[in-house]
């Protein structure tokens, strides 16, 4: 004897084995599904009450609906029973008018020749509703209430055979066994296809004969709890099989894979492989045509469980190409084999996607205590906002001093590299000196060094700012530069407009 201590998903339990016995798991208790497999719905309606009498009220559609072995019961039932009334009523006709004692007297004539007790008045009935006639029992023309009795069984001989055989007939030629020979995979799968993360199965049809007019929907059955608190057991949603786009009208003459693109849309917007083990809903499957041979409507349905949904698999081809036709390979119907597919739902996904680049943003950063600001090539734009705030006669002055600011821009991004790591990493800079290849850019280099700013200064990282106590000097160092060629009076406004 030996214990065990065994692992089964967040669980652990101790399992007590005979030493050289096989351990055998225990089985995981099947849950209880909204649709079967087969199309069945498992919902059973109780306390009725008083509604039962709804039921008579359309007894056609009940007795279609009652299983073989009851319309079968009903049938034998009512044919006896009818006989039996029928004929008692003949042998009742004749024990009234004393034919059962002088049925062999040749001088009387009785209502019925030849019925002599209850069971020659049987025949004569089965001989009369099967139109068999032998012509040893027959109706007399003495016998005015035979003939009314006649009459009435020969309506409702009429009704009966009509109720009853057309019961039958409806019930057997019913398009549910049409659904037997429509397929639907074992799985459903969850991997791309084109580039978005796709739920997918798999349909398929036995027959030579088309289903036109084939449509397929899907509903995701499971409960939730509203915002103000209200739980829904078993709520239905909706899921896009390609209802805008049309492709949910099936051409289905060979197996065809339905997808489910996962959108923000889409009810699994925020599923992923972990969340997969932890959902608890149902997939029900509806598909919807009209049977080529007797233009009958017909479902087929089925279902799909959290369990029976395979993340990063896609499904075998079964389609392949022979002399003359094509050839459908039922054999790997269900087949699925593994594909590369990212483990996080299209939600994680999108939101990575979104972040922002750590070039993109100014940083700040602490340095032993120290609030350090990051100043780079946004001097420039700080500029051209100070610039903005003058009046308009000195805007169109200084319009000309806008090419000199995007030079300014473009040389310092092309002689500075940004390196900035993530993380608890410090940012690195690492800058690259390159000689000038142009006239452009020498003009550039030429005009920067009138104003005695260096491109470094301007790119620096957190690690190797410099503290600086006035920060906004720089920008207002390009002002006075831009403002020296202004008269003196317009020189003044713009000093005291950028301070």
């Known amino acids: 004897m030996s214990a065990l201590r065994r692992k089964f998903g967040e669980d652990y339990q101790v399992v007590t084995t005979l030493r050289g016995s096989a351990y055998t798991p225990p089985l995981k208790k099947k849950r209880q599904r909204f649709v079967d497999k087969n199309g069945r719905c ?16 359309d007894l056609f559609t009940t007795l279609v609906d009652l299983k073989w072995r009851w319309n079968l019961l009903i049938f034998i039932l009512t044919y006896t029973v009818a006989w039996l009334v029928m004929a008692s009523m003949w042998w009742i006709i004749a024990y009234i008018r ?5 049925a062999h ?49 020969s309506l409702l001989g009429s009704i009966v055979d009509a109720f009853l055989i057309g019961c039958m007939f409806i019930k ?20 791309q296809r084109d580039g978005k993360l796709c739920l997918m199965f798999r349909v398929g049809n036995l027959r030579n004969s088309h289903m036109v007019s084939a449509q397929i929907r899907c509903k995701l059955i499971k409960s939730r709890q509203t915002p103000e608190g209200e739980f829904l057991p078993l709520d239905q949603c909706e899921l896009d099989v390609g209802f805008g786009t049309g492709a949910d009208q099936l051409f289905l ?28 809903f149902e997939i029900v499957v509806i598909l919807e045509g009209i049977v080529e041979t007797t233009g009958m409507t017909c479902q087929a349905r089925t279902s799909y469980t959290e369990d029976e949904v395979l993340w990063g698999h896609r499904f075998l081809p079964v389609m392949s190409l022979e002399e003359g036709f094509f050839r459908v390979d039922y054999s790997q119907f269900h087949a699925t084999f593994e594909v590369p597919t990212p483990p996080h739902s299209v939600k ?37 906002e100070r610039v903005g705030r003058l009046p308009s006669k000195l805007q169109k002055m200084n319009a000309g001093k806008e090419e000199f600011q995007r030079r300014l ?31 452009g850019e020498g003009a550039d280099r030429s005009q920067l060094k009138a104003f005695k700013i260096k491109p470094e200064c301007m790119t620096q990282s957190t690690g190797n700012l410099q503290h600086q106590s006035r920060p906004q000097g720089l920008a207002l160092a390009l002002g006075v530069r831009l403002g020296d060629e202004l008269p003196a009076k317009l020189r003044k406004m713009n000093t005291e407009r950028l301070t």
């Not at 209850?118 to 025949?123: E, K, T, V």
């Open 409 to 439: 821009l473009r040389l310092s991004s092309t002689n500075v590299e940004k390196a900035c790591s993530t993380g608890d990493l410090p940012l690195k800079v690492q800058q690259t000196t390159t000689a000038s290849t142009g006239n």
């Open 42 to 57: 498992n919902v059973q309606h109780g306390n009725l009450g008083g509604e039962t009498s709804r039921y008579l009220s």
């Open 348 to 384: 994680e996904q999108e939101e990575r996607i979104s972040l922002p680049s750590p070039l993109s943003t100014p940083c700040l950063g602490n340095n032993q205590g120290r609030r350090e600001r990051i100043w780079s090539l946004d001097c420039g734009d700080i500029l051209g």
């Open 172 to 191: 057997m030629s019913q398009p549910k066994k049409r659904a037997e020979t429509l397929m639907f995979s074992h799985h459903a799968v969850v991997s």
């Open 253 to 280: 003459v060979s197996p065809l894979t339905i997808c489910h693109e996962i959108n923000p849309k889409s009810p699994f917007f925020d599923l992923s492989q972990r969340s997969l083990r932890r959902e608890q």
């Open 98 to 102: 004393g034919d059962l004692n002088r």
């Open 105 to 153: 007297d040749d001088n009387y004539t009785p209502c019925v020749a030849n019925v002599y007790n209850f069971p020659s008045a049987f025949l004569f009935f089965i001989e009369t509703e099967a139109t068999i006639g032998y012509g040893f029992r027959y109706i007399t023309e003495k016998c005015p209430e035979g003939i009314i009795l006649f009459l009435f069984q």
